[in-house]
Structure formats: C-alpha cells, structure tokens
C-alpha cells in the first residue's frame, strides 16, 4: 500500500507538471498568435486564368558581362527554355508557357488548387524555381562560366475569359517581332557597317517594319522570314503525349514540347485545342527528325525507367 501511495503521487506530480508546460505553451502560442492577423488574405479569385510573368533584372548587363551573340544567342536562349521545361514539370496545372529574350510567362489552368491559389505562393515559387534552374542548366549550354547569378522579377496577371489569355499571349509575341526585327538590323550596321550605337539608333529612328525589312535585304542580303522561327516567334512550351513510333507502348512518353508557332493565328488554337478545353489533356505531338536537344534529352530521361516496364511486361506474358 506505502508503495502504491508513492507511484499514485508522484504520477499525478508528473502529470500536473506536464499540463502546467502545455499550458504555458498555450499561453505563450495565445498571446503572440495575433501577429497572424496581419497576413492579408491573396487568395486568387476562382474561374480565371492565372498568370505569372517573369523577367530578367537588368539582363541587358547580365548578357554584355557574359558575351551574349548579337542579336540572338541560341544557347542563352534555351538556358531561359530548360529553366522553364523545370517548372512545368514541377507544375503540372501550366497548360502553357511562353518565353522570349529574358522573360516567360506561365498560364495556369482556371481550375487550379496548386498552394491553396495563394498569389504570394505561387508567384515566390515559380520566380525561385526558375531562377535556380536558370543557373544549374547554364553549364549545360553555354561554354563561359557564369560571373553572376542573374535576377528575376515575377508578377501575377489575371485573365478572366479565353479571349483576354489570348489576347495577353498575342501581345507577348507581337513583341517579339518588334523587338527582334528592330535589334537585327540593328545589330547588322553596328556589326558589320562600323555604325555606332548612336548612329544605328540614328539610322533606324522612325522606319517602320517593311523600312528594316528593306534595309535588312538590300545592305545584307538577309531575308528576315527565313530567319529561325525562335528568334522571330519566341518559344511555346506545351504538354504532350509524344509519338516517335519506336516504342510500342506510348503513354509514358509524355514530355514538355518546344513550338515555335504563330499563337497569334488561329489555326494554332485548334490544333492546341487542349490548352481552351474544359477538362484538360495533354494532346498528341508526332516527333520528327531532327528533334530539338530540348525535347531529345526528355525523351532520353525517360528511355530507362519505360524500357524496363517492357521487360517487366514482358516477363509476365
């Protein structure tokens, strides 16, 4: 009894001790919880298409510092591309992305619950990520070490009809036109004329498209509709279920897909129809040779772990 007297007390002091140390914890969690209340709510409205926009901070110095091809640098330019590849793969609510030069925008399906639709969430995320990525892939297309890690800025758009998102992506690549026509046949006086940058500026101030057109054909022999596609219509980067036909079992080939296409027409929507559609699925992309270093080395990551599903299933039958 003297025994079971002692265990009986000195349990109920171990329990009054353990209840005194959770309500303090309580007490103390109570009294600087209310800190929590000034968090604004920037919880996304529902049924609109979200977008997040990034761009590079000051890259205009970024590519001078690291030597960047005048006017265009196919391997900057896909280092912006692998960046962008990362996060859709990270996201699989991005039905499309759509970069050029030093930004990309990313279009999130109306429906999506990624982080709750937390605008704050969504855009550090995706900003972060791709910038993280944007130095990891940087080795492996471009052969100068890299001097500086660059810096993205991000924003979020919201575009509340199919129309409006279109709208949004035909602007984007509208610029592109514009910037690019303007910065070869600027780029071709300085280059290859001797022209400063101030007498090229000169030379270009208030010519219109067809003016550099002209000007590009007739002092330099170039034809600016047979320059690569990427350059004059920036890059789209889309889901799809890709077919090379030489694998009999398809449906793990699923990969992200570098267009380089006119968004702006029409005919692109339907043959994308997916990207509009009420319920989303990734449609079907033929591949062809030669293929992209992009998608090739997608499509290679994903040979092992397929080729072993067949000798898997192969082992069954």
């Known amino acids: 009894m003297y025994f079971r007297a002692i265990y009986t007390l000195l349990q109920s002091r171990t329990t009054a001790s353990a209840t005194a140390i959770l309500s303090r914890r309580s007490m103390a969690c109570s009294r600087y919880e209310y800190v929590k209340s000034y968090e604004q709510d920037d919880s996304i409205l529902p049924n609109v298409w979200i977008v997040i926009r990034i761009d590079g901070k000051k890259f205009h110095k970024f590519s001078k510092v690291h030597d960047f091809e005048k006017p ?21 609510d991005i039905v499309l992305a759509y970069g050029q030069s030093d930004e990309y925008s ?25 910038s993280s990525s944007y130095v990891l892939r940087w080795p492996h297309w471009m052969s100068q070490p890299m001097a500086y890690a660059p810096c993205f800025d991000g924003r979020v758009v919201l575009y509340p009809s199919d129309e409006n998102l279109r709208d949004y992506l035909s602007w984007r690549q509208a610029d592109v036109h514009v910037n690019n026509l ?22 270009l101030r208030g010519t219109f ?25 920036g890059t789209i980067l889309l889901r ?16 992200i897909v570098p267009l380089h296409e006119d968004l ?10 997916e990207i509009l559609a009420n319920k989303y699925v990734p449609g079907t992309h033929n591949a062809t040779e030669p293929m992209s270093r992009l998608l090739s080395e997608q499509l290679k990551s ?16």
């Not at 303007?182 to 030379?203: D, I």
């Not at 027409?265 to 129809?273: L, P």
């Open 106 to 130: 990313f279009v999130f399906r109306k429906e999506t619950t990624a982080f709750k639709r937390r605008s704050a969430k969504l855009l550090t995320y995706v900003t972060s990520l791709f």
């Open 264 to 273: 702006i027409s029409a005919q692109f929507w339907k043959t994308h129809s």
């Open 72 to 92: 265009n640098d196919e391997n900057a330019l896909n280092v912006m591309n692998a960046a962008a590849v990362t996060v859709m793969q990270e996201f699989r």
């Open 209 to 233: 498209s067809a003016d550099k057109n002209e000007l590009l054909f007739q002092e330099f022999g170039i034809n600016y509709n047979n320059m690569p596609a990427m350059y004059r219509k």
């Open 182 to 203: 303007y910065n070869t046949a600027f780029w071709k006086l300085v280059l290859q004329t001797g022209l400063s940058n101030q007498q090229a500026e000169e030379r």
């Open 302 to 317: 994903l040979e092992a772990p397929l080729e072993q599903q067949l000798k898997n299933n192969a082992k069954i039958s």
């Open 240 to 255: 799809k279920r890709v077919v090379t036909g030489e694998l009999p079992d398809e449906k793990c080939r699923q990969a």
